[in-house]
């Protein structure tokens, strides 16, 4: 038996009736600890804490090492790219998702397909001749991609919403709907996107979609993290998980960006409290993908990014049957060689007496299934 099947908070998640868990969720919505009166958002738990800006500054330009990513790239220590597999992507089953790259997915489930924090350009930055650079492809871009459905945009950093991504797919996809957070209409908008709904923590939107049999209920979900496209909009727009439910019940969740317990003034190693309560009102959840990198130096990046041990926290919490690592393998964000979240999660599954193919990951372009 898993750990997570053995811990008290996990089975009470998978085994309350539907009006407990709307009970819970409307508990949960009516919290808006995490509204500051100025219009912008927080992480309202003690797990969340993260350097000033001038230390952050200093451990950059002085502290940070980034041999050991540059290093492994150098020694081609990077994911594989392989090419989509159109056989699986045209006929797919039960629930299953393909890894673009980095934090990109196109999940398939009960005859939809949704496109998560698409990013297809070479640099995530404000502009392509500066800024993070990818070391691997994405398995395709636009042109490539069958019929989408559903866009989901997690949040607005740079690595997760793209502005030559999303323009490009405004333009193939015309009537897509698309899933965002709070402050994200003005954007999404901007590029051309014409049908988009803006969640806040916990809120649901139920939705029929042409070609398929019943209804799709997609949830905005609570993450620790932060968001900024600029020097003056920290924390203005909001950020999120997601879950996407069919009308077979089968579930997905998507985590976007997040962290789970800082290591900067967390004396109490306090942990982020949403996962288990996702857990409980969504779980147990039959396909996961949970970020696992970009989390070195973790002094600096613990408030914002799991690391793979704090991920499998994460898969525990919300009752995940299978995860998949992803937000690794394509940009230099941080300073872990770029093969060490694989490795990482592996040894932590097994810590926590997981299989190690229950949460493990893909080479860029594969396809998951789970029927």
């Known amino acids: 038996m898993s750990a997570a099947a053995s811990t008290p908070e996990t089975a009470n998640t998978t085994t309350l009736g539907t009006l407990d868990r709307e009970s819970l969720r409307q508990g949960f919505l009516k919290d808006k600890s ?27 330009l002085f502290v940070a090492d980034n041999n050991p990513v540059k290093k492994s790239i150098a020694e081609g220590r990077v994911p594989q790219v392989v090419p989509l597999d159109e056989a699986k992507i045209s006929n797919p089953s039960g629930v299953q998702m393909s890894w673009l790259g980095h934090a990109s997915l196109l999940v398939q489930i009960d005859g939809a397909t949704v496109l998560c924090d698409p990013v297809f350009s070479e640099r995530c930055s404000p ?25 989901i945009i997690s949040h607005n950093h740079y690595d ?11 333009k193939k996809y015309p009537d897509i709907r698309v899933f965002s957070t709070l402050g994200n209409r003005p954007i999404l908008e901007s590029v051309g996107f014409k049908d988009v709904t803006i969640g806040d923590w916990w809120e649901e939107f139920d939705i029929n979609l042409p070609n398929t049999n019943g209804q799709f209920k997609f949830a905005c979900t609570p993450a620790q993290h932060m968001t900024a496209r ?6 203005a727009t909001l950020w999120s998980s997601w879950v996407i439910q069919g009308p077979s019940g089968r579930k997905f969740f998507f985590s976007g960006d997040t962290a789970y317990s800082s290591t900067y003034k967390n004396e109490d190693k306090a942990e982020c409290p949403a996962f288990k309560q996702i857990g409980q ?3 147990p959840i039959d396909l996961s993908a949970i970020a696992i990198g970009a989390y070195g130096p973790e002094i600096m990046f613990s408030g914002m990014h799991v690391n793979p041990e704090q991920a499998v926290r994460i898969h525990e919490d919300v009752g995940s049957k299978k995860s998949i690592g992803i937000h690794w393998g394509a940009f230099v964000l941080t300073s872990e060689p770029a ?3 694989p490795q990482r999660l592996e040894a932590a599954m097994e810590a926590r007496g997981h299989p190690t193919d229950e949460f493990t990951v893909l080479s860029i372009g594969e396809t998951v299934q789970v029927d």
């Open 34 to 60: 995490h509204h500051l009166p100025n219009g912008r958002f927080t992480n309202p738990w003690p797990s969340f804490s993260v350097p000033s800006m001038p230390t952050l500054l200093y451990n950059f």
């Open 127 to 151: 502009s392509q001749w500066f800024g993070p650079k990818r070391f691997t492809k994405p398995a395709c871009q636009v042109d490539d991609l069958p019929h989408v459905d559903v866009l």
């Open 160 to 170: 997760h919403l793209d502005w030559n991504t999303l323009t490009q797919v405004a």
């Open 230 to 235: 600029g020097v003056l909009d920290r924390m």
């Open 281 to 283: 009102v969504y779980g």
């Open 339 to 341: 093969d060490e979240p």
